[in-house]
């Protein structure tokens, strides 16, 4: 590459939540920006939409190592972020195999297209506090065992400790972050937070009458996703590849977290919400919550937004998704 040259960083994931985030964040650190996306019959670029003409898009996929080989080989990038995952925690239950293989074993395919490829590439692994699962300690930092409640959280521990194996025999500057729950108006709709602030923008405006949700007691720690990008690429930057915690540090229910959402609407959640049993997990994860000092002292990182803020983020986009859905069906 020369010296005039953007510096190139390839993301898998990259029409998923985080994905838009940080691809927004390094074409604006003067990054020239890949992203990996799967031949599929149906186009889902609603979160890049308005990056199209900004960024590259190559096929490949992380259960192919062929295609990894090949697009390393193809784009020559410095960074390589792995975002890509089968990341909805109640659905590993019924792909419990789909899972292991995309969210465990393509973080090995994708490790291993670098260590033939070009194995000065930077790597980062989008670990999950899911791994934590039936907590040993709280708050959770890196030192932390693991105790995984879910295929999604087996296949995310696979996924850290190849990364450190890689980085531990060949030298691979790969680390991982443990990222703690993270949302936005861009969060997928299967997803519980997104869940209440649309279904709260719908029953504002006439069109639902309740909210069905499992587990209110189970406790998160929530944070902004656009905030937590950012840590991803300081970890790259760094003189020696270390594993790092991001969390906001603070928990809240579910309950919380609805009643935080419906207030942005006037309205009063309980009656409106009701539990469904049927929407809890075989095997529950009751308590997250991280401690992020060492990303507060080595990488300089800090959350700017809060819990209240987050949810009025996305309640207020709920409110203009609604209202022009509604407008539409007019």
């Known amino acids: 590459m020369s010296t005039t040259e953007k510096p190139r960083a390839l993301i898998t994931g990259i029409t998923g939540q985080d994905g838009s985030y940080l691809a927004e964040f390094l074409l604006e650190q003067g990054y020239a920006v890949y992203g990996v996306v799967r031949r599929s019959s149906t186009e889902t670029f609603e979160r890049i939409a308005h990056l199209i003409d900004r960024i590259h898009l190559v096929n490949a996929d992380l259960t192919d190592q062929v295609s990894l080989i090949e697009t390393l080989n193809h784009v020559r990038p410095v960074e390589v972020y792995n975002l890509a995952a089968q990341s909805f ?38 670990s999950s506090s899911e791994m934590f699962g039936h907590v040993r300690e709280s708050p959770q930092n890196e030192q932390t065992p693991f105790y995984p409640r879910s ?41 519980v937070t997104r869940k209440i602030t649309h279904g709260a923008a719908r029953i504002a405006a006439g069109l639902q009458q309740e909210l069905r949700l499992g587990n209110l007691d189970a406790k998160r720690d929530w944070g902004y996703a656009r905030d937590y990008v950012e840590a991803m690429w300081r970890m790259l930057q760094q003189d020696q590849p270390e594993d790092f915690v991001v969390s906001s540090g603070a928990t809240h229910t579910v309950r919380e977290f609805c009643e935080t959402a419906f207030q942005c609407f006037g309205l009063d959640w309980e009656q409106y919400v009701r539990v469904d049993t049927s929407l809890y997990r075989p095997a529950e994860v009751h308590e997250l919550m991280g401690d992020a000092s060492k990303a507060h002292a080595r990488l300089g990182w800090r959350p700017t937004t809060g819990f209240k803020e987050l949810i009025e983020l996305m309640a207020e986009a709920d409110r203009r998704h609604v209202d022009a859905e509604t407008r539409r069906e007019a």
């Not at 792909?95 to 090995?108: A, K």
């Not at 972050?177 to 936005?184: A, D, K, P, Q």
Request: net charge positive; glycine share 10%.
């Open 89 to 126: 925690v109640p659905a590993s239950w019924h792909q419990p195999l789909l899972t292991g293989d995309v969210t465990g074993l393509g973080v090995t395919r994708m490790l291993e297209a670098i260590r033939i490829v070009d194995p000065s590439i930077r790597f980062y692994q989008a």
């Open 151 to 191: 295929p999604y959280g087996v296949a995310k521990v696979y996924g850290h400790w190849i990364t450190v194996n890689y980085r531990e025999s060949y030298g691979l500057f790969a680390v991982s972050g443990i990222l703690f729950n993270h949302e936005s108006p861009r969060r997928g709709l299967e997803f």
